[in-house]
Structure formats: structure tokens, C-alpha cells
């Protein structure tokens, strides 16, 4: 049997309400929100992520990281 998840476990809170397990946004959060955040709660967006989501960014990361002597 598998793992079970009831309503009483998963909610949506009013955003100002920095009492969550999981931040699902559609934006980068905040600064101050990502240094008050404690080591149990998640976010789904984090400052740059585009260097690794976007297939360009990703591709200079790697060229750079290959040619990259002190690695």
C-alpha cells in the first residue's frame, strides 16, 4: 500500500503566511523570503535557475566548466 494523502495534509495558505512545507510559485521568490525560509520548507524556483533549465545556458555552463583550468 502505498503512501496516502488526505485534504487535512495539504492546503493552500494566504502567501503572507510563513508557516509552509512547499512554495509553488510562477516566480522567483523574494530575497528576504529565500534567508527566512527553515531547512524543512521547499520552493520550486530559486535565484538563476534558468542556467540550468534553459538548454542555451546550460550548454555555456558546461563548455565553460570543460575549459575551465582550476577545476
Not at 19 to 42: C, E, S, V
Not at 56 to 71: Q, S, V
Request: aromatic share 8%; hydrophobic share 30%; proline share 10%.
Amino acid at each position: 500500500m502505498g503512501p496516502r494523502t488526505s485534504e487535512a495534509e495539504m492546503s493552500m495558505v494566504h502567501p503572507n503566511i510563513p508557516d509552509f512545507n512547499l512554495l509553488w510559485t510562477g516566480i522567483h521568490p523574494k530575497p528576504h523570503l529565500l534567508k527566512a525560509m527553515t531547512p524543512y520548507q521547499r520552493v520550486n524556483h530559486f535565484p538563476r535557475s534558468y542556467e540550468l533549465t534553459r538548454k542555451d545556458r546550460l550548454y555555456k555552463n558546461i563548455e565553460k566548466n570543460a575549459t575551465c583550468k582550476r577545476c
